[in-house]
């Protein structure tokens, strides 16, 4: 079998997502089980998309709106923007994949980071498309690195800002001064997958970068502030004219009906989002509060999720930490081998993955 797979195919370290619950309820035999370990909400999902989906229900013998016509224009009021300026995603995963193949020919590379959201490398690989990346800097994207390898072949570039699994961000006058040295024919995609936790007057506003620039490409989700994970939606906002390209390449009816829905509905709920907000920016100072009366180090982070260095071999941090029922995720995978990132929970989550973790790591510190 093996001889008859793609090369590409066979090189391919593929994904490794964060643990289910219910797989570890059933595997350790545990009652009680918290994950944080995927970014998702703790809040659940936005009320409003719940209700919206079970008045969708009973119409999912159709197929979906395969141009998604009501979630293009409430994203394009919301962002004041046209609606021909989104493409709607089977998440923003899927729409790394269409970027890539939209715009990167066989011969032409792809520039990212190490240390990064891992599916930019893993999808261009299945593509058979070469990844250049710069090592990170302070757990940041060292954009200057990054200018060095961008060679006649250099297509595009994965920014992810803030950064997973770091939490770090890009300043904006970092990022104008990147964009700037740019070739003209390479293309950026920064990936926002975690914008609305963003807690800093200085994060780039890259809806009027992509306005002045035609080859700035934005990649936003409903998986984390809006609690839609499991429905998988995912929205890339670029050029109009890119954004049709961008539109031959996904699958006809690649965003179910009920994400469409709850898409549309889930912008209209701000009650929501501010709770979620507020939930992460105070359990993100109560993580900082306590990592430093407990001298554990982390990076500070722009994000709903903290990398943590807890001085020993993460993975096995992260099976302890299974034992008692507290799903955090390791990132030997990343390049980061001590390191656990924990995404922040509700108050209660919080104080029971702290108490764990401390446990786990105490004194263990080589
Ligand atoms: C930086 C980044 N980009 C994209 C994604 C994918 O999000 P989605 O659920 O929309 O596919 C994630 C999910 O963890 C992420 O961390």
Same mark, same amino acid.
């Given at each position: /079998?093996? #001889? @008859? &797979?793609?090369?590409?195919?066979?090189? =391919?370290?593929?994904?490794? +997502?964060?643990? %289910?619950?219910?797989?570890?309820?059933?595997?350790?035999?545990?009652?009680?089980?918290?994950?944080?370990?995927?970014?998702?909400?703790?809040?659940?999902?936005?009320?409003?998309?719940?209700?919206?989906?079970?008045?969708?229900?009973?119409?999912?013998?159709?197929?979906?709106?395969?141009?998604?016509?009501?979630?293009?224009?409430?994203?394009?009021?919301?962002?004041?923007?046209?609606?021909?300026?989104?493409?709607?995603?089977?998440?923003?995963?899927?729409?790394?994949?269409?970027?890539?193949?939209?715009?990167?020919?066989?011969?032409?590379?792809?520039?990212?980071?190490?240390?990064?959201?891992?599916?930019?490398?893993?999808?261009?690989?299945?593509?058979?498309?070469?990844?250049?990346?710069?090592?990170?800097?302070?757990?940041?994207?060292?954009?200057?690195? /990054?200018? #060095? @390898? &961008?060679?006649?072949?250099?297509?595009? =570039?994965?920014?992810?800002? +803030?950064?997973? %699994?770091?939490?770090?961000?890009?300043?904006?006058?970092?990022?104008?001064?990147?964009?700037?040295?740019?070739?003209?024919?390479?293309?950026?995609?920064?990936?926002?997958?975690?914008?609305?936790?963003?807690?800093?007057?200085?994060?780039?506003?890259?809806?009027?970068?992509?306005?002045?620039?035609?080859?700035?490409?934005?990649?936003?989700?409903?998986?984390?502030?809006?609690?839609?994970?499991?429905?998988?939606?995912?929205?890339?906002?670029?050029?109009?004219?890119?954004?049709?390209?961008?539109?031959?390449?996904?699958?006809?009816?690649?965003?179910?009906?009920?994400?469409?829905?709850?898409?549309?509905?889930?912008?209209?709920?701000?009650?929501?989002?501010?709770?979620?907000?507020?939930?992460?920016?105070?359990?993100?100072?109560?993580?900082?509060?306590?990592?430093?009366? @407990?001298?554990?180090?982390?990076?500070?982070?722009?994000?709903?999720?903290?990398?943590?260095?807890?001085?020993?071999?993460?993975?096995?941090?992260?099976?302890?930490?299974?034992?008692?029922?507290?799903?955090?995720?390791?990132?030997?995978?990343?390049?980061?081998?001590?390191?656990?990132?924990?995404?922040?929970?509700?108050?209660?989550?919080?104080?029971?993955?702290?108490?764990?973790?401390?446990?786990?790591?105490?004194?263990?510190?080589?």
């Amino acid at each position: /079998m093996r #001889k @008859l &797979i793609r090369k590409s195919v066979l090189k =391919v370290n593929p994904y490794v +997502p964060g643990k %289910p619950i219910e797989e570890t309820k059933r595997e350790l035999g545990l009652k009680e089980v918290i994950k944080l370990a995927s970014n998702e909400n703790p809040l659940g999902a936005s009320p409003k998309a719940v209700s919206a989906i079970k008045k969708a229900l009973s119409g999912i013998n159709r197929y979906p709106d395969a141009q998604g016509y009501y979630l293009k224009k409430s994203l394009a009021n919301s962002l004041g923007l046209a609606a021909e300026n989104f493409v709607l995603g089977n998440g923003s995963d899927e729409l790394i994949d269409v970027v890539i193949k939209t715009l990167v020919e066989p011969n032409e590379n792809i520039l990212t980071s190490e240390g990064t959201f891992l599916e930019y490398e893993i999808i261009a690989q299945v593509n058979d498309r070469r990844v250049k990346k710069a090592p990170l800097y302070n757990f940041k994207y060292d954009l200057e690195a /990054m200018l #060095k @390898l &961008i060679d006649a072949k250099t297509k595009l =570039v994965f920014i992810a800002n +803030p950064n997973n %699994p770091t939490g770090t961000y890009l300043t904006k006058n970092k990022v104008a001064e990147f964009i700037n040295a740019l070739p003209p024919k390479v293309f950026v995609v920064f990936d926002e997958a975690y914008n609305a936790f963003i807690d800093v007057d200085d994060y780039p506003d890259a809806l009027s970068l992509l306005k002045k620039n035609k080859r700035v490409i934005v990649l936003r989700t409903f998986s984390k502030a809006y609690g839609l994970a499991g429905l998988r939606l995912g929205y890339a906002i670029a050029d109009a004219e890119l954004a049709g390209y961008l539109e031959r390449i996904r699958q006809p009816f690649n965003v179910n009906l009920l994400a469409q829905v709850a898409g549309c509905a889930a912008l209209e709920d701000k009650a929501f989002l501010a709770r979620t907000r507020r939930l992460i920016l105070s359990g993100k100072d109560f993580f900082y509060r306590e990592f430093s009366r @407990l001298g554990i180090n982390y990076v500070c982070s722009q994000a709903n999720f903290i990398l943590v260095d807890t001085g020993i071999d993460s993975r096995q941090v992260f099976k302890t930490m299974l034992r008692s029922g507290v799903i955090v995720r390791e990132m030997s995978q990343y390049g980061l081998k001590n390191f656990v990132r924990v995404t922040i929970g509700t108050p209660n989550e919080n104080k029971k993955l702290l108490s764990v973790l401390s446990k786990t790591i105490k004194g263990k510190k080589k």
